[in-house]
């Protein structure tokens, strides 16, 4: 089954099972995964729905900047 295959299936699904109201979709926080631009340490931040751009503090170092 090819990649689009599946796509399709899948919203299909999801077109068939919203139509029954047996699910409810919500949007939720979103989690970044950024990496510090001084020490280069990895650091999972969660933004709330909507935002692009959340100011973080490394957690190695401490050094305070904004996601891109």
């Known amino acids: 089954m090819s990649k689009q295959a599946m796509r399709e299936e899948a919203e299909r699904l999801i077109r068939e099972t919203m139509e029954k109201k ?9 989690r970044i995964e950024a990496v510090c631009g001084k020490c280069g340490a990895p650091n999972r ?3 709330e729905k909507g935002q692009v751009r959340v100011k973080f503090a490394c957690k190695q170092c401490g050094h ?3 996601t891109l």
Request: net charge positive.
């Open 45 to 47: 931040i969660q933004a």
């Open 64 to 66: 305070k900047q904004e």
């Open 22 to 30: 047996n699910i409810v979709i919500k949007q939720g926080n979103t």
